[in-house]
């Protein structure tokens, strides 16, 4: 299988607050994560793309000093909300690579994000 | 750059009826494409992939599609759905040197009694 884990699966937060979420590859190594971002209704737009031991790449109009991404192993990755207002307030959803795989990206379960 | 259109934002259908849903892509490379299936509150689950060689490919709960290169399309259809079938579908593309995947507007699948 290739499972990913995302924690916490919800949280709600005062607004000028941090927030982490940790993606985990629970039964692979994964040199790629990415980061995606999903409002109401809407489809998944990419956030960055996570490299293991290296910095990640933003998508434009993405604010890398906002949407802290460090992936210091290859089974983990977070994303650290600094800061946060109630216009980040959003699902956030990671996928990671396995290492040597072909294209496909698996998905974690998703974190909803409220900023108050 | 890669885009993906999804032309049908819901498709309501009844049970045991045959339903498609359709995606067509862009691109100036080789592509490679997905569906993925996301049910309320939860992350994606890939339903079905084409990377290459036949065209028609299949997932395990009875859902197919066809790569269409002349037509850039892979639409994904089933015969005959069940009500457990409700849930969004987004079709996705992946190129570049990245593999970054791009993702349609997605398809809200209804199955009605």
């Known amino acids: 299988g290739a499972v990913v884990s995302q924690h916490p699966s919800r949280v709600i937060c005062k607004s000028g607050t941090s927030v982490k979420i940790e993606c985990r590859s629970l039964?692979?190594?994964?040199?790629?994560m990415f980061w995606y971002r999903q409002f109401p209704k809407q489809s998944l737009m990419l956030m960055a793309t996570s490299n293991e031991g290296s910095k990640a790449t933003y998508e434009q109009g993405v604010e890398k000093d906002k949407f802290l991404i460090n992936h210091a192993s290859l089974t983990l990755s977070t994303l650290t909300v600094t800061s946060a207002h109630p216009e980040d307030s959003s699902f956030y959803i990671c996928s990671a690579r396995k290492v040597g795989g072909v294209e496909t990206q698996y998905f974690g379960p998703g974190t909803r994000l409220l900023v108050l | 750059a890669q885009s993906v259109t999804q032309l049908d934002s819901q498709v309501p259908v009844f049970e045991e009826a045959p339903v498609e849903l359709r995606c067509n892509y862009s691109?100036?490379?080789?592509?490679?494409l997905f569906w993925y299936v996301q049910y309320p509150n939860q992350g994606l689950q890939l339903l079905l992939k084409y990377l290459s060689g036949s065209t028609l490919v299949e997932s395990i709960n009875g859902f197919e599609a066809e790569f269409n290169k002349s037509q850039t399309s892979f639409h994904l259809r089933k015969p005959s759905v069940h009500i457990s079938d409700t849930a969004e579908y987004f079709c996705a593309v992946g190129a570049g040197s990245a593999r970054q995947l791009t993702f349609g507007s997605g398809t809200q699948l209804t199955v009605l009694p």
């Open positions: 691109s100036s490379v080789s592509v490679y």
């Open positions: 039964d692979f190594q994964a040199t790629t």
